[in-house]
């Protein structure tokens, strides 16, 4: 997929991806804390990863041919996959402790950490209304998690530690090169991930049951595809613009806690959620703007 376009139409396309990535993940998180009751993180990012691999492999092969495997940042790519992997490891652990909507929203800490090291390490630009708006998508995730309120126990630092990971992971994708294609960068992703997620892996294995095969099959289509598209959003577009979109899986989380796991989230939930989604809009048509 090229990756060169105006600066409008990147931005657009950069939330579009952002979009439907987060959803991706979204659904792939919900079978996580399902299957999570019964296996290790680490081996169900290794399955994962192993059920992904032949079919990224194929759609790479059929659309890109060989050349589409052959990368100039193999280095890059490799960090990508172990952040990938202890990041998505904190999150599943966070999972079984804490509910879905809830989990999600500490994670959510990320879109603030991108901002700040995007604009330190790629010299990105954000006014002064683009800070401040994202300063109350902050406000909005805490009057979700509430630290006062008890939930905030030590599990809550499995997300924070998912929102960093992933915050270094998003901006780190700025220095693979714009030539690559958006498959060649999932490719690495969950060859990455399969690679140090086998390390551990004797350490925690447990029989699959073959009622729970569709599940992973589930997790690994959905977090390939979802770390695919975001992956593309970063890379088209300014991680300022396309970051405060990460909020989407706020909402989608809370919707299928509640239909799956009759979490209910309480008012606060919603006002935060609100908020959070008012600033991303805000800093992304902002941006728009002024390119």
């Not at 060169?4 to 659904?27: D, E, H, K, M, N």
Request: hydrophobic content about 55%.
């Amino acid at each position: 997929m090229s990756t060169a376009a105006s600066p409008q139409s990147s931005i657009r396309a950069g939330i579009g991806c952002i979009l439907v990535g987060i959803f991706s993940l979204t659904l792939s998180d919900g079978l996580a804390k399902w299957l999570g009751a019964f296996y290790s993180p680490i081996q169900l990012l290794f399955l994962r990863a192993l059920i992904a691999l032949p079919l990224i492999t194929t759609v790479v092969l059929c659309l890109g041919g060989h050349r589409a495997l052959r990368t100039r940042h193999i280095g890059v790519h490799l960090l990508r996959g172990a952040l990938n992997v202890v990041s998505a490891a904190c999150f599943y652990l966070g999972l079984t402790m804490l509910p879905l909507a809830e989990t999600t929203a500490i994670a959510f800490c990320a879109p603030l950490f991108v901002t700040a090291i995007s604009v330190v390490f790629l010299g990105e630009k954000v006014s002064t209304g683009g800070w401040l708006a994202i300063f109350v998508g902050f406000a909005g995730v805490m009057v979700i998690v509430r630290p006062s309120s008890g939930s905030m126990q030590w599990a809550a630092l499995l997300p924070l530690a998912t929102a960093l990971g992933y915050a270094v992971m998003m901006v780190s994708a700025k220095r693979i090169n714009a030539r690559e294609s958006m498959f060649t960068t999932m490719f690495y992703i969950v060859f990455g991930q399969l690679v140090f997620a086998s390390l551990p892996l004797a350490f925690v294995w447990k029989p699959v049951e073959w009622a729970h095969l569709p599940g992973f099959i589930g997790i690994a289509i959905c977090s390939t595809a979802g770390l695919g598209l975001i992956t593309q959003a970063f890379r088209i577009a300014p991680a300022s613009a396309v970051a405060p979109f990460d909020y989407f899986g706020l909402i989608s989380a809370g919707l299928l806690g509640w239909f799956f796991w009759n979490e209910i989230p309480d008012i606060w939930f919603y006002v935060g959620a609100l908020t959070i989604a008012a600033s991303g809009i805000y800093v992304a048509l902002s941006n728009e703007r002024r390119k």
